[in-house]
Structures are given as C-alpha cells and as structure tokens.
C-alpha cells in the first residue's frame, strides 16, 4: 500500500505564500509522476500541477507563473510553493502519485484558504 502525506495548508490573505509538502511511504512501485489537484466547495477536482520523474513540470494555465512544483526523488517527496495567492485558489489540495503501472494514489488532502 502507497500512504501520501501532506502539510502545509492553512489560512493566508489575498496576495501572500503558502507551500505545500507531500511525502510518499510504502509499497511504492516505479513512479511516473506526483502531482497536486485540488477541490473547491461545490466544484469537481482539477489538475494544478505534475512533475515527472525525470524532473519535467507542467501546470494548470491558471496557476501558471505563481505556483512552482518541485520534487526530492531520493526521498519521494514534492512541494508546491504558490505565491500570490487569490482568493478563487481556496480550495483543498491533494497530493497525487502515479506509477509506471498507472495505479494512481491520493492523499488525504489539506485545507488552502485565502481570505483577508
């Protein structure tokens, strides 16, 4: 079994940063990408971001420019350092994995809100 751990999320204004940290552990077979979704009250989730293994990004057009993913291979683990925060990126943020298997793995998610 695959456990992804995040950290990070909290309440910060209009404009500020907030970085988030996900950690994998377990049975963990070859890894193609991890990567962050996120969920609005009311909204389905959606993509935010994705790093390969070999260190290729991509991002969501609406996060473009502001958040920036990065991954430490040796120790299964990603952040998401995401500045200038508005308030429609209020959401709740899930770590995802995916292996070369195309299993896909979910974290339990942790709360993003920005508000002033």
């Known amino acids: 079994q695959v456990q992804l751990v995040e950290s990070g999320g909290g309440l910060v204004q209009p404009g500020g940063s907030l970085r988030l940290s996900c950690a994998a552990s377990?049975?963990?077979?070859?890894?193609?990408?991890m990567g962050w979704y996120r969920q609005a009250p009311g909204k389905e989730r959606e993509f935010v971001a994705f790093i390969t293994r070999g260190g290729s990004r991509n991002y969501a057009y609406f996060v473009k420019g502001r958040f920036t993913i990065s991954s430490e291979n040796a120790k299964n683990t990603i952040d998401l350092e995401m500045n200038n925060l508005r308030p429609e990126d209020t959401a709740v943020y899930y770590c995802?994995?995916?292996?070369?298997?195309?299993?896909?793995?979910w974290g339990q998610g942790t709360q993003v809100t920005v508000s002033s």
């Open positions: 377990g049975s963990i077979f070859s890894i193609s990408t």
């Open positions: 995802n994995l995916r292996d070369s298997r195309r299993y896909s793995y």
